[in-house]
């Protein structure tokens, strides 16, 4: 029942890295950049929100929502490889500089891409996955879990709301050079989980 410090650890560092706060900075700042203060600083929270929500429901019943849809981790990788390359391109061939500078607020990218599946992607859902299956009903563990989930996310908030200011400095050229960056860093990760997803088909054939 006691509060497992070790597997706290252990998770909280696991998600940080997989999510990668720093890395994220570049993609976030290159989506809404050029939205206004106000929605800058909504998309801060409301993009770790949502991947909150989203790692919390798959850490709670996340081995029986994949089990009953027949979805394996190789199937999830390669679908938010998919997504993440569509993004990707939009960003480096500029065929998505109307709607992500110019769309109207009922399109928000705090949701996707941005909470979904950058921060809570395939490799942070299948570490919560593994994590909890590791816990073997221990409470302290489970607790411990809980509170590594909350602590990433609140270290996401704080590296994208503070990322806003950026945005004074860099002013529109700044914003889309990042946006270059970052398709290019976003087309990276999305071959990767492409090839990744690949390999845990043939690794299961």
């Known amino acids: 029942m006691a509060f497992d410090l070790s597997v706290y650890t252990a998770t909280a560092i696991t ?11 570049p993609v976030f700042l290159s989506l809404v950049g050029r939205r206004s203060p106000e929605y800058r600083t909504k998309a801060a929270w409301q993009a770790p929100l949502v991947s909150l929500l989203v790692i919390s429901i798959f850490a709670v019943g996340g081995r029986a929502i994949l089990g009953y849809l027949h979805i394996g981790i190789p199937a999830l990788q390669g679908a938010g ?14 065929m998505g500089d109307s709607p992500v500078d110019h769309a109207s ?8 891409p941005l909470g979904t599946p950058l921060l809570a992607g395939p490799g942070a859902i299948a570490a919560v996955i593994v994590a909890v299956s590791e ?31 950026l ?28 090839a990744t997803s690949v390999i ?3 690794a299961t054939a």
């Open 105 to 112: 607020d009922d399109v928000n990218v705090a949701l996707v």
């Open 135 to 165: 816990g073997h009903g221990d409470v302290g563990a489970y607790l411990a879990i809980a509170a590594a989930i909350l602590t990433a996310h609140i270290v996401v908030a704080v590296a994208l709301y503070y990322s806003t200011t």
């Open 81 to 94: 490889g998919l997504l993440l390359l569509l993004v990707a391109l939009q960003l480096l061939t500029g």
């Open 15 to 25: 998600l940080i890295v997989i999510m990668d706060p720093p890395g994220q900075v």
């Open 167 to 194: 945005i004074r400095v860099l002013k529109v050229g700044g914003i889309t050079l990042l946006a270059k960056i970052a398709g290019l860093l976003l087309a990276a990760i999305a071959v990767q989980l492409i």
């Open 200 to 202: 845990g088909f043939a």
